[in-house]
């Protein structure tokens, strides 16, 4: 009798019965896996199928993925049409669990669908066209907003940890409102008049709205196809009309291309900028991808 | 044509290199010294008033622009007011308000008013206790 009492109790306080204790949570977001993690805390057990070394508007769910969503209570998609395959990755999978749509909880910015993204025929917009800017995370006003959405669907899950996550969240939205602070001090360090991004890929609007810079994405830069002479040299014209200082590429595939721009217009190269979500590194982080981005560009433009 | 093959070919060298050395000229990538980046001119330093107001004297204050220090007092007073000159763009300026209010003391507020240089006035108001950094963008 002594020995089945332990075994129940062993078997109770055993890792595996406690993480099945925890909320499943299933992201497809970099930053919105830290969300979950930040939030929850050790109440949840996230799981990230979007990793920072992917790309998320290449990302494609493998079979071990359907699995896990499967046995999830809570789904966390970017939304604003950045994961087309959601949808039916939840019908596919019968998951009874939540799927949390957070970018379509708040205002969009457009963007010309023109950045070498392959949204595929099922997106029903056509090269050129105006779309959702799906990256919302670029904005820390939307980050705040996130976080408070997955807070509140938490707290529907588990109502006994409602204390716990709105404790955990407002934690991490003080590190947010710091980050704000930090951000907006870095980038006062730049004349309004030169804040003029000119990047390879259409990701960074929030960004620019929140922080009065002006964006020049160049589409082709970063593509494998070369751009026309045309193009580039109305890339240069931009570049010499409008004083910018910097270009950013986020991959720099088209060397030549590059390297005549340079050389016409003297811009320097920044160093990458994180686009589509977290990094490796000290980029792992929201707060790190952040300020990676705000110290290469304001020591590219400054 | 007579003469010795290697004047000949010596001869053909010449010629070569004669004819050549325009043509590489003409065809060589140059490394170009750099044009300047921006053709746009300069923003034109400007006089602006600022005139500052807080609810409780401060034990210090100090505006910044563009990393420099624009104006600190030493024994601030609860209402001064300054004329500097500074580049005022179209889209305007951010200026870093940091003040160091009394220790204990209630929350407090410090009003910035700033005329730029077409005359026209732009308020904006800085809470805080302890210690209170903000950046303020006018207009």
């Given amino acids: 009798m002594k020995i089945f009492a332990f075994s129940l109790v062993a078997l109770l306080l055993s890792p595996s019965a406690q993480a099945a204790d925890k909320i499943r949570v299933s992201s497809f977001s970099t930053v919105l896996t830290e969300i979950a993690q930040q939030v929850g805390g050790d109440r949840v057990e996230v799981t990230g199928h979007v990793r920072p070394d992917m790309d998320p508007h290449e990302f494609e769910p493998k079979p071990s993925d359907l699995k896990t969503v499967g046995d999830a209570q809570l789904i966390l998609v970017s939304a604003k049409h950045l994961e087309g395959y959601v949808g039916k990755l939840k019908q596919a999978t019968g998951t009874k669990g939540t799927l949390l749509e957070v970018g379509d909880k708040f205002p969009s910015l457009k963007m010309k669908d023109d950045h070498g993204h392959d949204h595929g025929p099922k997106d029903g917009h056509k090269h050129g066209d105006l779309v959702e800017d799906p990256h919302w995370w670029h904005s820390i006003a939307n980050t705040q907003k996130a976080v408070k959405i997955v807070r509140d669907e938490l707290a529907k899950i588990s109502p006994a940890d409602q204390k716990t996550f709105a404790a955990n969240a407002a934690a991490y939205a003080g590190k947010l409102d710091a980050l704000q602070k930090w951000v907006k001090t870095e980038i006062a360090k730049l004349p309004r008049d030169q804040r003029k991004l000119v990047t390879s890929h259409d990701a960074f609007q929030y960004f620019a709205k929140e922080n009065g810079f002006t964006i020049y994405a160049i589409e082709g830069l970063s593509s494998a196809d070369q751009p026309s002479s045309k193009k580039v040299a109305e890339i240069i014209a931009i570049i010499k009309s409008q004083g910018v200082k910097a270009i950013f590429p986020e991959s720099i595939q088209n060397p030549k291309v590059l390297k005549e721009i340079t050389r016409e217009t003297a811009a320097k190269v920044g160093r990458e900028l994180y686009a589509d979500g977290l990094g490796e590194g000290a980029a792992g982080t929201y707060e790190g991808m952040y300020k990676s981005n705000v110290n290469a560009i304001v020591s590219a433009l400054k | ?139």
């Fill in chain 2, 1 to 139: 044509m007579r003469g010795s093959p290697l004047i000949r070919a010596l001869l053909a060298f010449i010629v070569i290199a004669m004819l050549g050395w325009p043509l590489w000229r003409l065809t060589s990538s140059t490394e170009a010294v750099a044009t300047p980046v921006s053709s746009v001119p300069a923003t034109e330093a400007k006089a602006i008033g600022l005139q500052l107001t807080f609810t409780a004297v401060p034990k210090s204050f100090v505006i910044r622009h563009l990393e420099k220090d624009l104006w600190s007092e030493p024994t601030p007073q609860a209402e001064m007011e300054r004329e500097v000159t500074i580049p005022f763009p179209e889209k305007g300026v951010d200026l870093i308000v940091k003040i160091e209010w009394p220790e204990g003391a209630a929350l407090a507020a410090a009003r910035v008013r700033l005329t730029d240089p077409a005359g026209d006035t732009h308020e904006k108001s800085v809470w805080g206790q302890g210690t209170t950094e903000e950046v303020l963008t006018f207009p």
